[in-house]
């Protein structure tokens, strides 16, 4: 079986006179969840929505299972569930009442919708709110519910625009272990800003900066890829800059101060265990010592460079 999802091929999106997304290349396996990394402006909610079949492209191709979303819209769609940035919720409907609405909208077939209804509020953990009107839930039941919709035609695709948008830490918590569930049966495609949560629950990682694909490839990949290469040091008594030189795997040193260095190295971040073995028996009086992660502008600003290059 091939197992490419979603394939898109030379997507470019213009409004009015400026590019949003230009020449995205992308594809998406059957399974797991995919993180659409970019900060604010970047384009994820432009690819997304052309993802769903919600915009139209000014350019390029967009497959989900083999099916050509431009030419065939209504079949490409019963493939995907979208929970758009905000939720399209109809506030003063119960929770079945708006299940109910959505499975009508997604063609779920009469004589199988209760059982439908049934299996999301299941899934996604909101059977005891069933005739809770949907303004009377906290915001992360709600974005449950926009789960529920998104997966009640049980689509193999699940695209979620920045889903933990809003929510205190706990609800975060409680929404990633929904996702990661979901994401057994089915692809999910999440979109963030934060670095970090797309590291806490997506295998893949698709890296969206102005508009173009910098980075694609696998998590793991991605955090070989910003490992730390550098570490801040503060000692009372520092040996010389060619004391920290000899140091295997160092490749350069920089003194900020007397007492605060700031050396460069190759290899994994077990060389702190090293510096402060030396430290110890040579004397150095370290005080602290910090492996520097980049931030996420820096990694954007790296990565944008090296596509330049
Ligand atoms: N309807 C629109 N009309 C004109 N320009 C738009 C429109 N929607 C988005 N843009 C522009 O397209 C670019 C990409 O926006 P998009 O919303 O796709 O980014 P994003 O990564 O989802 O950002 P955010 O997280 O802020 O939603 C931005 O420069 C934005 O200002």
């Known amino acids: 079986m091939n197992d490419t999802l979603v394939k898109i091929e030379g997507l470019s999106h213009k409004y009015t006179d400026s590019w949003a997304v230009k020449d995205i290349n992308l594809e998406i396996g059957y399974r797991g969840i995919v993180g659409l990394l970019g900060s604010n402006g970047a384009g994820k909610s432009t690819t997304m929505n052309i993802l769903c079949g919600v ?8 497959y989900i299972d083999g099916i050509d979303m431009r030419k065939n819209p209504e079949q490409a769609k019963m493939q995907i569930g979208f ?4 939720p399209p919720l109809y506030m003063d409907m119960t929770v079945d009442e708006y299940l109910n609405h959505c499975a009508h909208l997604r063609s779920v077939p009469k004589h199988q919708i209760r059982q439908a209804i049934h299996e999301a509020k299941e899934r996604c ?19 449950r ?10 689509p193999k695709l699940v695209v979620l625009d920045e889903p933990t948008n809003g929510l205190d830490p706990n609800q975060i918590i409680e929404l990633r272990g929904l996702i990661k569930e979901v994401a057994t049966e089915r692809a999910v495609v999440f979109s963030s800003h934060i670095l970090s949560e797309v590291q806490m629950i997506c295998q893949d990682i698709r ?12 998590m793991d990949a991605f955090n070989n890829h ?12 520092p040996p010389t800059e060619d004391e920290l030189k000899n140091i295997p795997d160092i490749t350069a040193v920089e003194f900020l101060t007397e007492r605060q260095i700031r050396l460069w190295f190759n290899g994994d971040a077990e060389i702190t265990k090293r510096i402060v073995e030396l430290s110890v028996q ?12 980049s931030s996420l502008t820096e990694i954007f600003a790296h990565l944008s460079n090296h596509r330049k290059n």
């Not at 929970?83 to 905000?86: A, D, F, S, Y």
């Not at 519910?145 to 049980?154: E, N, P």
């Not at 910003?226 to 008594?237: F, V």
């Open 207 to 218: 890296m969206i900066d102005g508009g173009r694909i910098v980075f694609a490839d696998s």
């Open 55 to 62: 915009l139209n492209q000014t350019a390029g191709n967009v």
């Open 83 to 86: 929970m758009p940035q905000t």
């Open 282 to 293: 040579q004397g150095w009086e370290l005080r602290e010592i910090n492996l520097e992660k």
């Open 145 to 154: 519910v926009g789960i529920a919709q998104a997966i009640i035609h049980k």
């Open 125 to 143: 953990s909101i059977g005891h709110f069933s005739k809770r009107i949907l303004r009377n839930l906290s915001g992360g039941y709600r974005q």
């Open 226 to 237: 910003i490992a730390p290469h550098s570490i801040l040091l503060q000692m009372d008594n």
